[in-house]
């Protein structure tokens, strides 16, 4: 077998697997407190309200694509945790399908396999495309504008166009954080459209520019004057590389290792962001300044972030709001070492070959300690939400309550149980409210420590020892 099968071999199975395991987590993770709240507040709106982000709701939740996905499939299928999450599912074939075909486009098989491993390879990542949000979405979509982008740079086939600004359309629309991205590389490809006289991107760009004002301009507008956006506005490096370095690794792992990947990151935007301006006066054809477009773009994006925050008080992304660089980082980081291989000395080139393949090993073993079918790592409170919710009848069963039951809960579980006992057709719970708790509620279902208004006389039911939180009934009803 050829090195280049071996390759693809290896890219065909571990798709194979992680779709798998994606789907797993489909069925098993119990629902999280954005995906019912999305859910709550904006599928029960019309198409063209949730497209307009005309909910009546302030908070940036509504991630457009990933609701209209939600309402079109529970429409089909009824109202289930797993059923609103095929959206992203979807997304996450779409995205593997491009992971590939972008490791396939560089010339060394090691970079491609780094490049495939980086890309599917993060814990953290993946675990958004079994959970109803937009920033999978985001993801599927801004692999294929990337390939597709390229494709036409390199070929000049009017359709690899077309096909790139539709995935970048729907990439927005499935989080706006994406703005920041594909506006750098939409300016970077103008001019480069201009200088070329290339007139299909000239107008093709200016047509994309017209429906992104006329789609986004009120739902922007709303949510910039709503003044409900969220994230720290200081330090892009320790602010979102840093949570981006932290979500790499399991839980409690050494700061050491966080800032070794921080500043490498660092380290490696500068050289290669330097080397390819370097190299850009150099770049004649399409396929000699793709390299130079995505460094570009990173630079402009990282650029977007400071400038937006240190003159005009913008939010920088962190965590899962800046998602998308993870992606963006890497290629860049394989496209820049494709493009010094070929220049190195034939003593040198096995430096440049072997590490990442060493890191693609390193990721693949951080990933697999990672592995679980039982919560999402920023909503490891809810893992016990399905679990609760279905013994309230047991527990009326049981003691013979009226119904219905009136449970006092922690407010970050009113989404998720309102969420199930909308899918329930037999409930027997009056609807969840973030009132907080009182003696005149049956039931109580609490964080550690949330302890106000708990009554003096009650029963602890079950302390559900994944997540610390307790389950209580009022006792003498």
């Known amino acids: 077998m050829t090195p280049s099968k071996v390759a693809n071999w290896f890219y065909y199975s571990a798709s194979v697997a992680l779709l798998t395991y994606v789907i797993i987590r489909l069925f098993a993770i119990p629902i999280t407190h954005d995906e019912a709240f999305s859910f709550l507040r904006y599928v029960h709106r019309s198409y063209l309200e949730i497209f307009s982000y005309n909910t009546g709701n302030i908070l940036p939740n509504n991630h457009i694509l990933n609701t209209l996905g939600m309402k079109f499939f529970s429409s089909l299928f009824g109202v289930d945790d797993w059923v609103v999450r095929i959206p992203n599912v979807i997304g996450f074939a779409i995205y593997l399908v491009y992971a590939v075909k972008l490791a396939q486009s560089l010339r060394n098989r090691y970079h491609g396999i780094f490049l495939f491993v980086a890309l599917t390879g993060i814990h953290y990542l993946v675990e958004f495309f079994a959970l109803a949000r937009g920033y999978g979405l985001s993801l599927a979509f801004l692999l294929p504008a990337l390939y597709y982008l390229r494709a036409y740079l390199i070929h000049l086939q009017k359709k690899h166009l077309i096909i790139a600004l539709g995935a970048s359309f729907l990439s927005i629309e499935a989080s706006f954080t994406l703005l920041y991205l594909y506006l750098p590389l939409g300016g970077c490809l103008f001019l480069w459209g201009w200088i070329k006289k290339d007139k299909w991107i000239v107008r093709s760009l200016l047509g994309f520019l017209v429906t992104l004002v006329l789609t986004l301009y009120e739902p922007l507008r709303f ?6 956006l969220f994230g720290p506005k200081e330090s892009f490096v320790y602010q979102t590389v840093f949570s981006l370095a932290l979500m790499i690794f399991p839980d409690g792992v050494d700061l050491f290792w966080i800032h070794l990947i921080m500043y490498t990151v660092v380290l490696l935007f500068f050289v290669g962001g330097a080397w390819s301006i370097w190299n850009l006066k150099k770049a004649k054809t399409g396929k000699e300044f793709w390299f130079p477009f995505v460094s570009l773009g990173l630079i402009l994006t990282v650029l977007l972030q400071v400038v937006g925050a240190a003159l005009f008080d913008r939010n920088l992304l962190s965590f899962r709001t800046a998602l998308y660089f993870y992606p963006l980082f890497f290629y860049f980081i394989a496209l820049f070492l494709d493009e010094v291989l070929p220049v190195l000395p034939e003593r040198f080139k096995r430096l440049v070959e072997w590490p990442p393949v060493i890191i693609a090993f390193g990721l693949i073993f951080n990933f697999a300690l990672q592995v679980n079918t039982h919560s999402a790592r920023e909503w490891k409170y809810e893992e016990n939400s399905r679990e609760v919710y279905q013994s ?65 006389e009650v029963q602890l039911i079950k302390e559900y020892s994944n997540t610390g939180n307790r389950l209580y009934r009022r006792s003498g009803q």
């Open 223 to 228: 949510l910039i004057s709503s003044g409900t």
């Open 392 to 456: 309230f009848k047991e527990l009326q069963t049981q003691y013979n309550d009226p119904v219905p039951l009136h449970v006092g809960i922690t407010w970050l579980f009113e989404p998720s149980l309102n969420f199930y006992r909308v899918a329930d057709p037999e409930a027997i719970t009056s609807p969840f409210n973030r009132d907080g708790l009182s003696a005149k509620q049956n039931y109580f279902y609490v964080i550690p420590g949330d302890t106000v208004g708990l009554p003096r």
